[in-house]
C-alpha cells in the first residue's frame, strides 16, 4: 500500500469528514478482509489527538448483516466511529441505534487499498454537501421524479412529501453518518407505485460494472422477473438466494455527487457514488424512511440519465445541473 497516498486519505476523513476533537473516542471497526487499513485509519485519529479504539470482526456474509454484540455495544459507547469493512454496516440495526445514540460514524464498505490510495476519498466534503444541500431542496418539493434512461425507457417514481436524505460526507452534528466515497441525496419513493422503464447501463450492487446493458421494467414498485441479459441475469440470481420476495422493491432514488468516484471500474460505494450517476435501491429500506423490510439492500446505478423533478430538469446526460 502507498503509505503516503492512503495518509491522505485518512485524514481526510479524520480531518475534513469528521472534523475529529482531540479527547473523542474513536472507534475504528474492520474485519479479516481489510486489516491491512486498520493502521493508517488508527494514526490519522491518533494525529487529531483523539484516542482510537480498534475492533476487528469476522466478515460479515452480506451488506445489512449485524455485527457481533460487542462491535454494536462499542459503536453505541464512543463519540465518532470509522468502519472500513467488506460489506456495508449502513442499513444495520447496530449503526442505526448508534447514530441515535449521537455517534457520528463513516460507515465505508467494500473497502481496500485501492479505495485509500486512489483518492476517492479525498474531496472537498464541504463543496459535495452545498451541492447536496441544493439537490435535497428540490426532491424536498417534488411530487414526482422521471428518470429517463436511455433507448426510450422512462420511469415515473412518486415521492411527494418521503423523506429526503442527504449523504455529503460530513459527520459534524451528532448523530450524522456517510459512506464515502458513496457520496449521495437520496429519497425513499411512495412503496408500491414506481413504474416504468429502466435502461441498465451502469453497474449493479451486487455485481459490478454492467458489461451487457439491457432494460428492466418495474411495475407497482416492483421489478419484473425475470431480469433480463446476463448481467442482470446474475444479479437476480444474487439477491434471489435471500429467499426473500422484498429484495426485489424499490426503496430508493439516490443521486451521486463525488466527482472522483469511478462508475463501472471501482467498488460498489464509487458506483452508487459517481457524480451524476442515478441509482435504484432495493430491498431493506428503513434508512429511507420506507416501510419496506427485507434481508438485504441492492441497487441498480444508471450512467448517463436525465432527471426531471415535476418540471425541472436537475441532471441532463448524467451532468448535474444545480
Same mark, same amino acid.
Given at each position: 500500500?502507498?503509505?503516503?497516498?492512503?495518509?491522505?486519505?485518512?485524514?481526510?476523513?479524520?480531518?475534513?469528514?469528521?472534523?475529529?476533537?482531540?479527547?473523542?473516542?474513536?472507534?475504528?471497526?474492520?474485519?479479516?478482509?481489510?486489516?491491512?487499513?486498520?493502521?493508517?485509519?488508527?494514526?490519522?485519529?491518533?494525529?487529531?489527538?483523539?484516542?482510537?479504539?480498534?475492533?476487528?470482526?469476522?466478515?460479515?456474509?452480506?451488506?445489512?448483516?449485524?455485527?457481533?454484540?460487542?462491535?454494536?455495544?462499542?459503536?453505541?459507547?464512543?463519540?465518532?466511529?470509522?468502519?472500513?469493512?467488506?460489506?456495508?454496516?449502513?442499513?444495520?440495526?447496530?449503526?442505526?441505534?448508534?447514530?441515535?445514540?449521537?455517534?457520528?460514524?463513516?460507515? /465505508?464498505?467494500? +473497502?481496500?487499498?485501492?479505495?485509500? !490510495? $486512489? #483518492?476517492?476519498?479525498? =474531496?472537498?466534503?464541504?463543496? @459535495?454537501?452545498? %451541492?447536496?444541500?441544493?439537490?435535497?431542496?428540490? /426532491?424536498?418539493? +417534488?411530487?414526482?421524479?422521471?428518470? !429517463? $434512461? #436511455?433507448?426510450?425507457? =422512462?420511469?415515473?417514481?412518486? @415521492?411527494?412529501? %418521503?423523506?429526503?436524505?442527504?449523504?455529503?460526507? /460530513?459527520?459534524?452534528?451528532?448523530?450524522?453518518?456517510?459512506?464515502?466515497?458513496?457520496?449521495? =441525496?437520496?429519497?425513499?419513493?411512495?412503496?408500491?407505485?414506481?413504474?416504468?422503464?429502466?435502461?441498465?447501463?451502469?453497474?449493479?450492487?451486487?455485481?459490478?460494472?454492467?458489461?451487457?446493458?439491457?432494460?428492466?421494467?418495474?411495475?407497482?414498485?416492483?421489478?419484473?422477473?425475470?431480469?433480463?441479459?446476463?448481467?442482470?441475469?446474475?444479479?437476480?440470481?444474487?439477491?434471489?438466494?435471500?429467499?426473500?420476495?422484498?429484495?426485489?422493491?424499490?426503496?430508493?432514488?439516490?443521486?451521486?455527487?463525488?466527482?472522483?468516484?469511478?462508475?463501472?471500474?471501482?467498488?460498489?460505494?464509487?458506483?452508487?457514488?459517481?457524480?451524476?450517476?442515478?441509482?435504484?435501491?432495493?430491498?431493506?429500506?428503513?434508512?429511507?424512511?420506507?416501510?419496506?423490510?427485507?434481508?438485504?439492500?441492492?441497487?441498480?446505478?444508471?450512467?448517463?440519465?436525465?432527471?426531471?423533478?415535476?418540471?425541472?430538469?436537475?441532471?441532463?446526460?448524467?451532468?448535474?445541473?444545480?
Amino acid at each position: 500500500m502507498d503509505q503516503a497516498r492512503a495518509m491522505r486519505s485518512a485524514l481526510a476523513l479524520t480531518n475534513r469528514a469528521l472534523r475529529l476533537r482531540p479527547g473523542e473516542e474513536i472507534a475504528v471497526v474492520v474485519d479479516d478482509n481489510t486489516r491491512p487499513l486498520a493502521g493508517v485509519v488508527v494514526d490519522a485519529v491518533r494525529e487529531a489527538r483523539a484516542d482510537p479504539v480498534l475492533l476487528v470482526m469476522r466478515p460479515r456474509s452480506k451488506a445489512a448483516e449485524e455485527p457481533p454484540r460487542a462491535v454494536a455495544a462499542a459503536l453505541a459507547s464512543v463519540d465518532a466511529a470509522i468502519m472500513p469493512v467488506t460489506f456495508s454496516m449502513t442499513h444495520t440495526r447496530a449503526r442505526t441505534e448508534a447514530s441515535a445514540r449521537g455517534v457520528r460514524i463513516l460507515s /465505508l464498505n467494500q +473497502s481496500s487499498e485501492d479505495t485509500f !490510495e $486512489s #483518492g476517492v476519498l479525498d =474531496v472537498d466534503y464541504d463543496e @459535495i454537501a452545498r %451541492r447536496a444541500g441544493r439537490l435535497a431542496a428540490r /426532491l424536498s418539493g +417534488s411530487k414526482v421524479a422521471r428518470l !429517463e $434512461s #436511455g433507448r426510450g425507457a =422512462v420511469m415515473l417514481i412518486p @415521492i411527494e412529501g %418521503r423523506k429526503v436524505s442527504s449523504n455529503p460526507g /460530513l459527520c459534524v452534528e451528532a448523530g450524522t453518518f456517510a459512506s464515502p466515497p458513496c457520496l449521495e =441525496v437520496n429519497v425513499g419513493p411512495h412503496e408500491d407505485h414506481a413504474d416504468g422503464e429502466v435502461w441498465v447501463n451502469g453497474a449493479l450492487v451486487p455485481g459490478g460494472a454492467v458489461t451487457e446493458p439491457f432494460l428492466a421494467t418495474f411495475r407497482a414498485g416492483t421489478i419484473q422477473r425475470p431480469v433480463p441479459g446476463a448481467d442482470g441475469a446474475r444479479w437476480q440470481a444474487a439477491v434471489e438466494r435471500h429467499g426473500d420476495p422484498n429484495v426485489f422493491r424499490v426503496v430508493e432514488l439516490g443521486i451521486g455527487l463525488n466527482p472522483r468516484a469511478r462508475l463501472g471500474r471501482g467498488n460498489n460505494a464509487e458506483n452508487e457514488g459517481a457524480a451524476g450517476a442515478v441509482h435504484l435501491g432495493l430491498g431493506e429500506g428503513r434508512t429511507f424512511g420506507s416501510t419496506i423490510r427485507a434481508t438485504t439492500h441492492s441497487d441498480i446505478v444508471i450512467a448517463g440519465a436525465s432527471l426531471w423533478l415535476d418540471d425541472e430538469c436537475v441532471i441532463r446526460d448524467g451532468r448535474i445541473l444545480i
